[in-house]
C-alpha cells in the first residue's frame, strides 16, 4: 500500500518505512508528524481524494535534519575578466514513514486488503 502526500507545494509517494527528505521543518528528532494532505491511497482498491481523501492521514518519525547535494553558482561577463563562484546546500528533514492510516477511526492499514468485507 502506498500513499501520494502533499506538503507545502511538494507532493510525494511514500510507503511504511521509507525514509523521505522533506522541506526543513523545526521539529526535534523522534518526534512525530502527521502528514495531513493524503491525495490518493493505492493499493488493490485505490481511493482518490477530491482534492484529499476524507479522514486519511500520514504519520511520520523525524530522523533528522541533512543536507543536500552542493549546486554551483558561476556567473561570468563575456570579455570583462568578471568571474564568481558560489555554491548553496539545501538543508532537508528526514523523516521515516511510520504508518498509513486510511480512517479518522484510527486504523492502521498495512499491506494488502485482502479478507476485508464491506459491511454487507
Given at each position: 500500500m502506498y500513499a501520494i502526500v502533499r506538503d507545502r507545494g511538494m507532493q510525494y509517494?511514500?510507503?511504511e518505512g521509507q525514509a523521505l527528505d522533506i522541506a526543513l521543518l523545526d521539529a526535534e528528532p523522534g518526534s512525530e508528524i502527521e502528514l495531513g494532505d493524503v491525495l490518493l491511497i493505492g493499493g488493490e482498491q485505490p481511493r482518490v481524494g477530491t482534492p484529499t481523501v476524507d479522514?486519511?492521514?500520514v504519520v511520520a518519525t523525524v530522523l533528522g535534519t541533512i543536507k543536500g547535494d552542493k549546486i554551483?553558482?558561476?556567473r561570468y561577463k563575456n570579455k570583462k575578466?568578471?568571474?564568481?563562484?558560489?555554491g548553496h546546500r539545501q538543508e532537508y528533514t528526514r523523516v521515516?514513514?511510520?504508518k498509513i492510516i486510511v480512517d479518522a477511526d484510527?486504523?492502521?492499514v498495512t499491506g494488502s486488503m485482502e479478507g476485508e468485507t464491506n459491511g454487507a
Open positions: 509517494r511514500v510507503e479522514g486519511a492521514k554551483v553558482v558561476f575578466r568578471y568571474r564568481r563562484r558560489t521515516s514513514i511510520s484510527e486504523q492502521h
